[in-house]
């Protein structure tokens, strides 16, 4: 009996792991793949600040975004994810060249690097777009949901042709320096 319990058990550990490893597959930094599935939708981060960053942790979804990128600071991040994903909550980021992991404390660990970020309200996708979720100020380590009007025009610039198809869901483009389909 406790045989197939544990049978059972590891079965069900494998499936988390299996389910874990193929919802990675689906959330990528825009940069490294440049393209946009029609079931995708693209979150748009802007990094403010002196301080660069190399990663950012979204929660409130199984399993969580963890998105590793090179040092970036006064630059917007554009992380793609599938359609239909709700819930998605900004967790912490790590500062470029400082230490981050975990250290064993018995049958637990407890994280050490991780700069959390909290008070953010969840973003839900429900459909193909462009959302953006916020902007993080490195510096002083808070978090504004409302963009930077003046900083909008370099994703334009950035990412322009990719964008082009997508609708603006949750902010509108400054219409002065849109020169494509991205004003909404």
Known sequence: MFR??????????LGLCLLTLSGCKDVYLLEDKNSIGKDQAVLLVDIQGNSAINYIQFVGVFPAINIR???KHN????????VGTSGIEFSCFTYEGK??????IGYTARSFGYIPIKGIPPLNVP??????????????QTYSPTPNIERLPMTIKKYGELLNNLESINFSWPKEYVHSSLAQ
């Open 75 to 82: 630059e917007l991040v554009a992380i793609v994810v599938p």
């Open 127 to 140: 459909k193909p777009g462009i959302y953006f979720f916020g902007t993080l100020n490195t510096d002083t």
């Open 99 to 104: 230490p981050s992991g975990y250290i064993p």
């Open 4 to 13: 197939r319990k544990m049978k059972a058990l590891h079965f069900v550990l």
């Open 69 to 71: 990128f090179p040092a």
